[in-house]
C-alpha cells in the first residue's frame, strides 16, 4: 500500500513538471499531446524541472551566517 502512494505521489508531482515544461515553451513550439513521443515526453519533462529551477532558493542564506568579518 506504501508504494502504491508513493507511486501516486510521484506520477502527480512528474504530471505537474510536465504541463510547467509545456507551458514553459513558447505557443509556436507546443505540440499537440496526441503527437508527444517519449523524446518530447522527456525534453518537456527536463524543461519543467528547469523553469521550477530557475525560481531560485525559496530562503535567503546569508554569505556569514555568524556576522563576523574574516580577517
Wanted: hydrophobic fraction near 50%.
Amino acid at each position: 500500500m506504501d508504494l502504491l502512494i508513493l507511486f501516486m505521489i510521484a506520477v502527480m508531482f512528474s504530471t505537474v513538471v510536465f504541463f510547467i515544461g509545456r507551458f514553459a515553451c513558447p505557443k509556436h513550439d507546443r505540440v499537440p499531446l496526441i503527437e508527444v513521443d517519449h523524446v518530447l515526453l522527456w525534453t518537456t519533462l527536463r524543461r519543467g524541472w528547469h523553469a521550477l529551477g530557475s525560481f531560485g532558493p525559496l530562503t535567503h542564506y546569508p554569505d556569514d551566517p555568524g556576522g563576523a568579518a574574516r580577517a
